[in-house]
């Protein structure tokens, strides 16, 4: 009777071991053909959709070799945009030349933009990729009014 048991238990661990991998494949398939089909998807709509935990769908992309790219926000370039920045940077060339010094007087700084249209946050953004796709979304902020907050750096010295 105890070796019947015993049997009996195997035979159940190793049908439910099997039920497990069978199930597993197919969240490993369903995982990566979401992906594929939309690189934006989330890992949380990803999980909600298929009904499991955030945890496996992100496990099974790291298994995969996927990572989560960040969007790089770049200007919309416009008609005149290129010969005014052109048009900068000869300017900087001639007061670096005139004065050495002359980056030492010039506010560097870093910020925070608050825009009008609500812009996303690109921090939540990602694509799911094997190898980075160096993407990149044009916005066509020239035309938004923003608020910044900023902290800068003059010569040596901070500024708030």
Not at 5 to 17: E, F, G, S, Y
Not at 62 to 80: C, R, T
Not at 134 to 148: E, F, G, K, Y
Request: glycine share 2%.
């Amino acid at each position: 009777m105890l070796l019947q048991d015993c049997m009996l238990k195997r035979h159940h661990a190793d049908t439910i071991h099997k039920q497990e991998a069978q199930r597993n494949e197919a969240n490993k398939n369903a995982v990566l053909a979401a992906v594929t089909a939309n690189p934006q998807i989330s890992i949380s709509r990803i999980a909600r959709n298929m009904g499991i935990h955030r945890s496996s769908v992100h496990r099974i992309l790291q298994s995969h070799k996927f990572h989560p790219y960040h969007v790089n926000l770049v200007h919309d370039l416009h008609g005149e945009d290129f010969n005014s920045r052109i048009r900068s940077c000869n300017w900087f060339n001639e007061k670096i030349n005139e004065d050495p010094q002359f980056f030492t007087r010039v506010l560097f700084s870093d910020e925070a933009i608050f825009k009008s249209d609500g812009s996303v946050n690109r921090h939540n953004m990602h694509y799911w990729s094997q190898n980075n796709p160096h993407w990149m979304r044009a916005v066509d902020h020239q035309r938004i009014w923003s608020l910044n907050t900023w902290c800068g750096i003059l010569n040596t010295q901070s500024r708030d």
